[in-house]
């Protein structure tokens, strides 16, 4: 296994490692920004939000945290710059985990494919909420690009593998896991935290991941108990706490086959996203 041609400390705001790859630059900037949204609430980090959800499934989260505040941040020419070219021989592939109702799947899909009705870019978008998943395919305005399914990542994948069978593929060319990992890591544990990483990684050649700060795990675990709800089943046990983020980047590395190659900087919420390779 190669060795990572940078060494990344994610803890620090202005980071922005440079990878040749193919002989061009694939990024050159080391300016990062963060998304300018005053005001803000974030549905993760309120206590007596009324779409709170045990899952992270808020029936009205795209009204807290609307798609631009994460697209300000990526490139519209990020498929590009990863080297995919839109239009060839091959299919480019988009894996969304926990879509929600679609609505950031179908603006990331506009906002990094010129030309939705002539693309060979297909995305594909998956939630345990079955009822969200059929708003999402309800709503959906390009059925032969975009597809939504039901899914819980934690239990199987045989779906996941199906949908790159059906396109010739062995890996999803990206994969957007945007604000999941806490509510999995709840869920489920330290090990299941990791589990969905290695399982991620294992099906994806470039992984853009936001994880939740632990101020939201804090914050999660006090609405519950406002809500006279019973506490998460792990939030107590858990040993990965802190900077969740640097625990994600690590296991990805040492243990994955992934390397980070870019921060995109922090949305108003100081949430991370960062993009990962497969070595």
């Known amino acids: 296994m190669a060795a990572p041609t940078a060494r990344v400390k994610i803890r620090e705001k202005l980071v922005e490692p440079i990878y040749d790859i ?39 989260y795209y009204s807290f945290n609307p ?26 592939l988009i894996l969304d985990v ?32 079955e009822t969200l998943v059929e708003r999402a395919e309800q709503t959906n305005p390009l059925h032969n690009n975009i597809s939504f399914i039901q899914l819980d990542i934690t239990e199987e994948t045989n779906q996941l593998q199906d949908f790159l069978s059906q396109h010739s593929c062995s890996h999803f060319h990206l994969c957007l896991c945007l604000a999941v990992t806490m509510w999995v890591h709840l869920n489920h544990g330290d090990s299941g935290l990791l589990q969905l990483l290695s399982r991620l990684a294992a099906i994806s050649s470039h992984l853009l991941l936001e994880a939740q700060p632990w101020k939201c795990y804090r914050s ?36 994955c086959g992934m390397e980070l190659i870019r921060s995109f900087g922090s949305t108003a919420w100081d949430r991370k996203l960062l993009l990962f390779r497969r070595r």
């Open 98 to 129: 926990g879509c929600n109702s679609g609505d950031l799947s179908v603006a990331v899909y506009k906002h990094l494919v010129q030309e939705p009705g002539e693309s060979t870019v297909h995305l594909l978008g998956f939630d345990l909420d």
């Open 67 to 92: 798609p631009e505040n994460r697209l300000s941040l990526i490139p519209a020419t990020l498929l590009q710059d990863l080297g995919y070219r839109d239009g060839g021989d091959e299919p480019t």
């Open 220 to 255: 999660a675990a006090r609405r519950l108990r406002k809500l006279g709800r019973s506490d998460f089943d792990h939030f107590k046990t858990l040993k990965i706490r802190g900077d969740v983020a640097e625990h994600a980047t690590e296991h990805l590395e040492r243990h």
């Open 22 to 60: 193919s002989t061009r630059n694939l990024f050159s900037s080391t300016h990062v920004t963060m998304a300018t949204c005053p005001n803000l609430k974030d549905p993760d980090d309120a206590v007596n939000d009324p779409g709170a959800a045990p899952y992270g499934n808020f029936i009205n």
